[in-house]
């Protein structure tokens, strides 16, 4: 059985890329509310190392069966092995949060991913940050601490473990940029995998706990659910312009306080929504000013979402 991009329609280019992305947009919440199922259960090392090992079969079975093997050639494995490192601090830390904080908290948190490229896209890669970005940059950051609320009651550690796993994350995307002229979507998504396998897998051998059938499904279903927000991702940059889709992402921000309440039944605060409303509103200042400063229709931009993490679409 072969695994192919979604094709929705021929008709309506924009209207399937919009699509896609709003499914990759549920995939991944649907993704964290698996991982937050199987950390009930399962330790965090665990979960991590059920989480990548499925991702990375499934992710190579794609690549296998598209005939995309050619694509793994590298020059740079240690670039990779830098990016695989940064996976694993993303996946730790921002599962560690998932753990320990409403789910929509940690979600409205990872937003702050984009900011965080775009305030070091300056200092390591020499692209220029103009004031308007960087005042989105401030308002955005205002945001997330809105969201934390330090000083105003007792925060929990968790919150700062999460802003830790965007800067990993925003890692991931700056490196991106750096490799995509040489390396393949498909490379910097399944190399990436490999170091949180292994060093996850080796935590996890003290506390290893046998998955009952039901644990199996799910952590299998984390796995599928990472592969299809890819295949969505890839499908929706193919079909319209980022300018266009990128605004759809933050659909995400529906679907994590539904699923927070509909499993867990927390009610986002005031303070969360009013934190998500800032950070996406200064996500698409910086997605309007990079749009108008490069003056291409379709430029890509490193969004929490892009399980390839900022890398230029595959045709499907």
């Not at 399937?16 to 199987?38: E, K, N, P, S």
């Not at 092995?81 to 599962?95: A, K």
């Not at 991106?176 to 490379?187: D, F, G, M, V, Y």
């Not at 396998?197 to 990472?226: E, Q, R, Y």
Request: aromatic content about 12%; glycine content about 6%; hydrophobic content about 55%.
């Amino acid at each position: 059985m072969t695994i192919r991009l979604p094709q929705l329609s021929n008709t309506a280019p924009a209207a399937v890329g919009i699509a896609c992305m709003c499914a990759a947009a549920f995939c991944m919440v649907a993704l964290d509310v698996a991982v937050r199922t199987l950390l009930e259960d399962y330790a965090l090392a665990q979960v991590v190392m059920l989480r990548s090992a499925f991702a990375l079969v499934l992710v190579f079975l794609l690549i296998w069966q598209r005939r995309r093997m050619p694509a793994l050639r590298t020059r740079r494995a240690g670039w990779h092995v830098f990016r695989s490192l940064l996976m694993t601090g993303s996946m730790f830390t921002f599962y560690y949060a998932l753990k320990h904080l409403p789910l929509a908290d940690v979600i409205v948190i990872a937003y702050a991913a984009p900011l965080i490229v775009t305030a070091l896209s300056r200092p390591l890669l020499g692209e220029p940050v103009g004031p308007w970005r960087w005042g989105a940059v401030l308002l955005g950051f205002v945001g997330v601490l809105i969201v934390v609320r330090p000083g105003v009651s007792a925060v929990h550690p968790a919150a700062f473990v999460a802003l830790a796993g965007a800067a990993f994350y925003s890692g991931l995307a700056l490196t991106a940029r750096k490799l995509s002229p040489t390396e393949s979507p498909w490379s910097l998504s399944l190399y990436s995998f490999i170091v949180p396998s292994l060093v996850a897998g080796a935590f996890s051998i003290p506390t290893w706990i046998m998955p009952d059938p039901i644990g199996w499904v799910v952590a299998a279903l984390s796995g599928a659910l990472g592969a299809a927000a890819f295949l969505f991702i890839n499908a929706a940059y193919a079909r319209a312009p980022a300018a266009l889709i990128v605004p759809f992402e933050y659909t995400g921000l529906i679907w994590a306080p539904a699923a927070g309440y509909a499993f867990w039944h927390e009610v986002p605060g005031w303070n969360t929504w009013l934190g998500a409303a800032i950070i996406v509103a200064s996500g698409l200042i910086i997605l309007f000013r990079e749009t108008r400063t490069r003056h291409v229709p379709d430029v890509e931009l490193e969004f929490p979402l892009q399980e390839a993490v900022g890398t230029r679409s595959d045709p499907p």
